[in-house]
């Protein structure tokens, strides 16, 4: 695994800024909040892979001890993402909020998922047996 430098956080950072800066604005640009709900759900979506891998059991020499649960916890992550994807993509079709306001909603969305992912990457600690 790649070790997290200053370099690194700081980039990291920079990404997450600017998706919170577009979230943000496709919500300040045309006075509709509706978009801030992508945030909400692409914080909350490494949430169930989190707390399924620390109930999974670490046993290693049983390989389908605790698959169940991993694999639910990856269900209701990729949910929430595409949850994350599609809130937009109804919400301008219903009239809601404008096309623009979803596009720049959903890029922001992903970038901060995608940074989130990253971070949880950097700073994994190596398991050691």
């Known amino acids: 695994m790649p070790?997290?430098?200053l370099k690194t956080i700081i980039a990291l950072s920079f990404v997450l800024a600017l998706g919170f800066l577009l979230v943000i604005l496709s919500c300040a640009l045309y006075s509709k909040y509706h978009p801030?709900?992508?945030v909400a759900t692409y914080v909350l979506a490494p949430v169930p892979n989190w707390i399924c891998s620390h109930c999974a059991n670490p046993d290693d020499f049983v390989?389908?001890?605790g698959a169940a649960i991993l694999d639910l916890g990856r269900f209701c992550t990729g949910?929430?993402?595409?949850?994350?994807?599609?809130?937009?993509?109804?919400l301008a079709h219903?009239?809601?909020i404008a096309t623009a306001a979803a596009v720049m909603?959903?890029?922001?969305g992903l970038l901060i998922?995608?940074?989130?992912?990253?971070?949880?990457?950097f700073f994994q600690e190596e398991q050691e047996f």
């Open 36 to 38: 801030l709900l992508v």
């Open 79 to 90: 949910f929430l993402v595409v949850m994350g994807i599609a809130l937009p993509v109804v």
């Open 113 to 121: 998922y995608g940074t989130i992912v990253s971070f949880g990457k």
């Open 3 to 5: 070790t997290a430098g």
């Open 94 to 96: 219903s009239g809601i």
């Open 105 to 108: 909603s959903i890029v922001g």
């Open 63 to 65: 390989e389908s001890s």
